[in-house]
């Protein structure tokens, strides 16, 4: 075999000294030449960007940015990746080798020939210390997929490079907090070939509870969720209208709960410019696709362009949200520090489990 890059794993670090090694060790243990590992260190402040140069090589590249979120540094390293195939790992999650054994090389080679988009599939999930028996789950068939938006997570998929590429699709980027689901809307909406595989895992996803997902802050979410999913109904180009809708009733329900919830709870002072300029764009991006909201949806509207456009009207919601006692619990702070070897024991393990014993 030509000694080319068939696939590039993408990986964001912030602040992950406690887990990227062993993620890291995850992809080089396999000893494949033609895997690529892309560090995109996101401005971290501990010694993340030590330990990812520590393992620099040909296959294993370090590039440092400024501080700007998981889909900016996914982005930059959708740009450099050299694989006809674009994986996605996050640095506290870990890859399987059974998946990417020395024969399936000619697969991925054919699956790129015969321009398959996106290679669907499964995922195992289990604690972060690897104790518990992981849980698999299977991804649906294409068929089954409601409203382009597939079951699993979009680190579960390896999408064809150019399939990418020329379709131009990019995570959005919000530095704060990420809406990854976006990317898997637009893949698998833009996708022409999907495959659905179930014979073997690659991706092991570890619960994590110091992760994003675990510790975000539920404003930001809804906020940037109604921006979204508004966004992507309005550069949604196919005729079907089903999808359309689908997508504005998740964007007006993000920002509803986001309303109700500012009401509820309060919100801080500095915060009411950045609902206010979200209201404002959400509502200019309503108007592009007003014929496709729902009836309930439309009256909604009509009573926050008034809230928007009114500014005594607004001047006095923000009055009563301030004046709710803010009370955000948080989970508790967990620190604890990777036994890499005993994890990748675990990892080996996990691969005999989940890929030696599905042959075929």
Not at 143 to 172: H, T, V
């Amino acid at each position: 075999m030509e000694n080319q890059i068939l696939v590039s794993f993408i990986v964001p670090v912030y602040n992950a000294a406690k887990y990227i090694e062993t993620a890291i060790r995850s992809v080089i243990d396999q000893q494949r030449d033609w895997i690529e590992l892309v560090l995109i260190n996101d401005g971290s402040t501990d010694s993340s960007y030590d330990i990812c140069k520590k393992y620099e090589s040909k296959k294993v590249r370090c590039i440092s940015t400024e501080n700007m979120g998981a889909g900016h540094a996914r982005n930059v390293g959708i740009d450099i990746a050299q694989g006809k195939w674009i994986g996605f790992l996050d640095s506290d999650d870990l890859i399987l080798g059974g998946f990417f054994d020395e024969k399936n090389s000619d697969i991925f080679n054919l699956l790129n020939k015969n321009c398959v988009d996106i290679i669907y599939t499964p995922k195992l999930e289990c604690d972060i210390e690897l104790k518990t028996e992981p849980i698999i789950t299977y991804p649906e068939a294409p068929s089954q997929i409601e409203f382009y938006m597939p079951n699993i997570e979009f680190w579960a998929c390896l999408y064809r490079k150019d399939f990418i590429k020329d379709n131009g699709i990019r995570f959005f980027e919000y530095r704060i907090q990420d809406v990854e689901s976006a990317f898997r809307f637009r893949s698998f909406s833009k996708a022409n070939n999907i495959l659905a595989y179930n014979k073997k895992v690659f991706y092991l996803h570890r619960d994590n509870p110091g992760s994003n997902v675990n510790t975000w802050n539920f404003d930001n979410v809804l906020r940037i969720k109604a921006l979204v999913y508004g966004q992507l109904a309005n550069e949604f180009n196919k005729p079907e209208p089903k999808v359309k809708q689908w997508l504005l009733s998740q964007s007006v329900y993000s920002l509803k709960e986001l309303l109700f919830r500012c009401l509820k709870l309060g919100m801080q002072e500095n915060e009411d410019r950045q609902l206010y300029e979200a209201v404002n764009e959400i509502l200019a991006i309503y108007k592009t696709q007003y014929g496709y909201l729902k009836n309930k949806y439309k009256f909604f509207l009509s009573l926050i362009a008034v809230l928007a456009s009114h500014k005594v009207i607004w001047h006095i919601f923000i009055t009563v949200c301030r004046k709710r006692k803010i009370e955000y619990t948080k989970n508790p702070a967990f620190d604890s520090q990777d036994n890499i070897e005993l994890i990748m024991e675990n990892v080996h393990k996990f691969d005999h489990q989940f890929n030696d014993i599905r042959k075929g």
